[in-house]
């Protein structure tokens, strides 16, 4: 009985090989491997973010000083099923198993990953559920690609296809979740892995769709920022302005997680006492500042809300830094994208309080995507995300924006990754 099963499976399979006959359209089977990727991208994608949802909802019962011994058990939590179930690594290696691995995401440590990373984004974490969505989706198009028999670049494709799938179901922008994955890839060449586009975008749409049907998303902009109106030229320059402003705060990301990194190498740590440290230095911060718990998502539209003095602006932005480089370096597992937005809003509104006469949506716009553009290397991606998720229709100056933070980033990544071998052995 056996025998004939796999006898049936092994048919199916050669007729998945061959072109659909009779074919007028561009429309073939890989479309539909690619659409199918996407409707499993956007299951997970979704019943992700309800049981994130529904854990953040319990957790967040517990609010005041509170907050110190709940970060500090979940964080220990997740350090525990880390270390008995195994390492899910992070972006850096997700990143370095595309480039080098053949396109290979391991999906062997995504219980591991979806366990530890709900745990910690729900208990207040700064980072988001992009990067374990991205590692979950696109180790599941992996394994799909070696189930249809793809080798080369049709698995790499196709792994960079999952990614985009999960990456574009939690912010709702199909090109940009496509471009990022793309993007994020290699620090100078994003055009390197352009034969993935079509397969990215397919899979991209189709998770949209399944996810906007699960949770019931709608259209239109996640953060309510006033309508912005053209004053002229000098926008731009503006635009620029305050890119090199957010870059510079990108800098000093960079080099914070780097001593906080040194900080928790010292020593030769069990991952569970470095998430447990990590939680307590967390629970402090989001006692003080309520407002820096979480990776972002809601707090942004609270924070643009507020009207909080500039002194009280620049304690949340440093502290801000703070929360996101020891949840990266302490072992918490999560993606900075969102908590980065948040950092540069921050930044926007301090800056606003210096430049009144500007438009605050520009101001905000402009270190928003000039501090990711600079810490993650994606220009393109950045531009189109924050249109959809603002709902700021001019793309010009926030591409402006965008390549600011882009060319006046260090030369050293923060994914290190993201560099060619030659390059990094040279730097």
């Not at 207040?124 to 793809?150: D, I, M």
Request: charged content about 10%.
């Amino acid at each position: 009985m056996k025998l004939k099963r796999k006898r049936k499976l092994v048919r199916y399979l050669n007729l998945l090989d061959q072109p659909i006959r009779f074919n007028p359209f561009v429309f073939s089977r890989t479309f539909l491997l690619w659409a199918f990727l996407g409707l499993i991208g956007g299951v997970i994608a979704g019943l992700y973010w309800i049981v994130l949802e529904f854990l953040t909802h319990k957790i967040a019962f517990f609010s005041g000083w509170e907050v110190i011994p709940t970060m500090t058990v979940c964080g220990l939590l997740a350090g525990l099923i880390i270390h008995f179930i195994g390492d899910p690594g992070e972006i850096h290696l997700i990143v370095n198993n595309i480039r080098f691995n053949k396109g290979k995401l391991d999906p062997k440590n995504n219980p591991s990953m979806i366990l530890s990373s709900l745990l910690c984004v729900a208990s207040g974490g700064s980072l988001g559920p992009e990067a374990p969505l991205v590692q979950v989706t696109g180790s599941t198009g992996s394994w799909l690609g070696k189930v249809f028999r793809l080798k080369g670049e049709e698995l790499r494709s196709l792994s960079i296809a999952g990614m985009a799938s999960g990456f574009t179901a939690l912010f709702g922008a199909p090109l940009g979740g496509s471009l990022f994955s793309l993007e994020i890839l290699h620090h100078k060449h994003v055009a390197l892995y352009y034969k993935a586009i079509m397969p990215a975008l397919v899979a991209s749409s189709f998770s949209y769709i399944v996810f906007a049907l699960i949770i019931h998303l709608g259209l239109g902009p996640v953060w309510d920022l006033s309508p912005y109106e053209y004053s002229g030229v000098f926008d731009f320059a503006y635009a620029v302005f305050f890119a090199v402003a957010a870059t510079a705060i990108g800098w000093i990301f960079t080099y914070c997680t780097k001593f906080f990194k040194s900080l928790f190498e010292r020593r030769k740590l069990p991952i569970y006492i470095k998430t447990t440290i990590g939680g307590i230095i967390l629970g402090i911060i989001a006692f003080y500042f309520p407002i820096t718990r979480y990776f972002g998502h809601h707090e942004i539209s609270e924070l643009l809300t507020q009207h909080l003095s500039v002194k009280l602006l620049l304690a949340v932005l440093v502290f801000k830094i703070i929360a996101i480089a020891v949840t990266v370096t302490s072992g918490w597992r999560g993606g900075f994208i969102i908590p980065l937005f948040f950092v540069g809003a921050t930044l926007g509104l301090i800056l606003h309080h210096i430049f009144p006469e500007v438009s605050l949506t520009l101001t905000i716009i402009s270190c928003m995507a000039a501090i990711n553009a600079c810490v993650t290397r994606t220009p393109m991606s950045t531009t189109i995300l924050l249109a959809t998720l603002t709902g700021f229709s001019y793309l010009t100056p926030i591409l402006f924006a965008s390549l600011t933070g882009y060319f006046l980033a260090p030369r050293i990544p923060f994914i290190s990754s993201q560099m060619e071998p030659a390059d990094e052995a040279a730097s």
